[in-house]
């Protein structure tokens, strides 16, 4: 009896067994049809949307790169950039799409694309295609950064990228500007932070697509050419490119407000910026048909007189576009006084025109609709045409007449009408965007393309005392019109981690664009913040930038166990990681003096010495993993690494700012 129990207990216990796990079968069959078929109306908690939408919604970042699509007169393309929320700087190498007739995002995702970067130039070729030379990046604590001299081409139609790789190219750099001449790609200017300064550039660079080779024309010592800048306009001519204004830092002595001895006025060196006024012109001469095809062309800087009616005051940081023989400029900065405190600044809201060949600036300003004339003249036309339509309906009526038919069977005839008649296709309405008539919030650094006439205004950067306002929004402008600003998006999200007593923008500032009302009684709204992915998610997006910053960046914290002592870094020679460290390295054997070390009682030289043997065995020891890492930058197209512990303050930084 007792084995007839356990054996009916055990098949039905095998039963349930069997039915549950049939029923989760059923379950998870159910399942994936409903998602492969009503996927669009679940609530099913499997799927985050919003991670998925935040995933491809494109993200608000400053120094990226926008230009109009080459290969379709409906689309923009926007790369890289960089958001600072004032803990973290986060960098991007997404590609995005903007269809302008459907007023849509679209993010492309490739295997082959450039490393995050910010401060990058690109620029279309003759032949229709895109390329992208330089940029920066820096770790998240911007601790260390580096700058890349990779070449990319960008094919617009495909989206595809292609790294073009040549045994003689420019330098790594930032902040320089590219334009197109014929076959050739026109490279000048930028700047390139090192550990001892910051260093403005003046090389010129042609990059023949054809031939696949660069050129790099060294003129005589006594030929005028532009200073070293960055940030300047830099726009195609029918003979070459032309060159307008800049920004850089020079060298300058100040009053150190302390007297000598002598009673004289004690001095020091600082950097002083300077935004450039200035214009050239490029001549660049083809070789001859007969020539070789290794020829370069030949070229020549021509200085041209300063511009009429150039912006007043001077600003750096105004955002470039071209068209149609004019370079169109938004918005800038305006560094007012330099203090203890800082740099006030004052920032602008005006858009100009440069027209190339006459040499002068033009402000656009914006035109309100003439809706009382436009009134007027309906009204004289509605007058005007009356007449007319009496007399037409005098002759439709005499012609129903004459045909044997009445006019009441008629309206019959066309009420009757077969409501099933095939009517035209539906059409997708887009959304009215809101249009204004003043311009967006003042900035800098915003960046500007052009498309059928349509100027597209993105992003930018506002600062106010300590805080950097990233806007996250795009504003479009006709420029055949000026009718009107219309906007494209805007987005705001509060993710400012720096201090909160900057938090928000003087009552001042909200006052003046409160009262700047459109038709419709609203405003073109003050300073957006930024929106996308939070920053407690930078780990992750970190991940899938280059490793070697996670072991160079000064700032991140060390374990108990670790070893506190410096590190050489890639690229760097012995004699300059010790010139760097040497006060570490004295610093060490001091320590090691006092604890009763053997080498006690020795003389600064003899100290040194011992300090330079500590450097030395270190630089070596560590010699296998810093090669290894100097070919993975080489691979990747980085520069020098550098960390702004490092810097001395009269150095400066090109700055984030400019």
């Known amino acids: 009896m007792g084995k007839k129990d356990r054996k009916s207990k055990t098949a039905e ?20 049809k409903f998602k492969g078929e009503g996927a669009a109306d679940s609530d099913a908690d499997d799927v985050d949307l919003e991670a998925v939408r935040q995933e491809y919604e494109q993200q608000a970042r400053a120094s990226a790169t926008l230009i109009g699509s080459p290969s379709n007169a409906r689309e923009l393309l926007l790369f890289g950039g960089e958001y600072f929320n004032g803990a973290l700087a986060t960098f991007y190498n997404d590609l995005f799409i903007y269809l302008i007739d459907k007023d849509e995002w679209r993010k492309v995702t490739s295997p082959n694309s450039p490393l995050p970067r910010s401060g990058h130039s690109w620029t279309r070729s003759i032949a ?63 700047f390139q932070d090192t550990s001892q300064q910051t260093k403005y550039l003046q090389d010129l660079w042609l990059y023949d697509t054809h031939g696949f080779t660069w050129y790099n024309p060294v003129l005589p010592p006594a030929t005028q050419k532009p200073d070293p800048r ?50 050239w012109f ?37 955002g470039q576009a071209y068209h149609k023989g004019r370079g169109i400029a938004f918005g800038g900065v305006h560094d007012v006084e330099e203090s203890e405190e800082g740099i006030d600044s004052e920032f602008f809201d005006t858009l100009f025109a440069w027209n190339i060949e006459r040499n002068r600036f033009f402000q656009l300003t914006l035109r309100r609709p003439r809706t009382a004339a436009k009134k007027q003249a309906i009204e004289r036309s509605v007058r005007k045409g009356r007449g007319k339509l009496d007399e037409e309906d005098l002759l439709r009526n005499l012609a129903a007449l004459e045909a044997k038919g009445s006019i009441e069977r008629d309206d019959a005839l066309k009420a009757s009408a077969d409501p099933e008649d095939p009517q035209p296709e539906d059409i997708t309405v887009m959304p009215i965007k809101t249009t204004y008539f003043t311009m967006p919030h003042p900035r800098f650094n915003a960046q500007l393309a052009v498309q059928d006439d349509v100027l597209y205004i993105f992003g930018g950067t506002y600062e106010h005392a300590d805080r950097e306002y990233t806007f996250d929004e795009m504003w479009a402008i006709d420029l055949g019109k000026l009718d009107g600003v219309q906007e494209i998006y805007k987005r705001e999200v509060e993710n400012w981690e720096g201090s909160e007593d900057e938090s928000s923008v003087s009552g001042s500032e909200n006052e003046k664009y409160s009262d700047e009302e459109n038709v419709d009684g609203q405003t073109p709204g003050g300073v957006s913040l930024p929106v996308g992915e939070g920053y407690e998610d930078s780990e992750t997006k970190d991940k899938t930038m280059l490793a070697p910053l996670e072991t160079l960046d000064a700032e991140d914290p060390v374990g108990a166990n670790a070893d506190t002592r410096p590190h050489p870094r890639p690229f760097e020679s012995l004699r300059e990681f010790f010139a760097r460290t040497s006060t570490v390295w004295q610093d060490i054997v001091l320590d090691h003096m006092r604890k009763g070390d053997p080498s006690s009682g020795q003389s600064v030289k003899e100290m040194r010495k011992v ?48």
């Open 611 to 658: 300090a330079f043997d500590h450097a030395e065995t270190m630089w070596w020891d560590c010699r296998e993993e810093i090669t290894a890492l100097e070919d993975e930058q080489e691979e990747a197209g980085i520069g020098e690494v550098v960390n702004i512990a490092d810097r001395s303050h009269d150095a400066g930084g090109a700055g984030r700012r400019r």
């Open 128 to 190: 229709g295609d895109i390329y992208l030379f330089g940029g920066e990046f820096s770790s998240p604590k911007q601790g260390t950064f580096y700058h890349y001299n990779d070449f990319w081409k960008l094919d617009p139609s495909t989206r595809e990228w292609t790294r073009i790789e040549s045994k003689k190219g420019p330098p790594a750099r930032s902040g320089h500007r590219m334009t197109y001449f014929k076959q050739y790609v026109v490279l000048f200017g930028g």
């Open 282 to 318: 490029l001549r660049i001469i083809q070789p001859a048909s007969d020539a070789l095809a290794s020829t370069p062309p030949s070229i020549r800087w021509e200085r041209r007189k300063k511009p009429v009616n150039s912006p007043n005051p001077t600003r750096a940081g105004a």
């Open 230 to 279: 960055s940030s300047f306009s830099l726009h195609p001519h029918e003979a070459g490119a032309v060159l307008y204004g800049g920004y850089s830092r020079v060298k300058a002595t100040a009053v150190a407000g302390k007297q000598t001895k002598g009673g004289g006025q004690a001095t020091r060196s600082v950097l002083k910026p300077v935004v450039h006024q200035d214009t």
């Open 13 to 32: 216990q095998k039963a349930r067994v069997t039915a549950k796990q049939e029923k989760k079968a059923a379950q998870k069959e159910k399942k994936g």
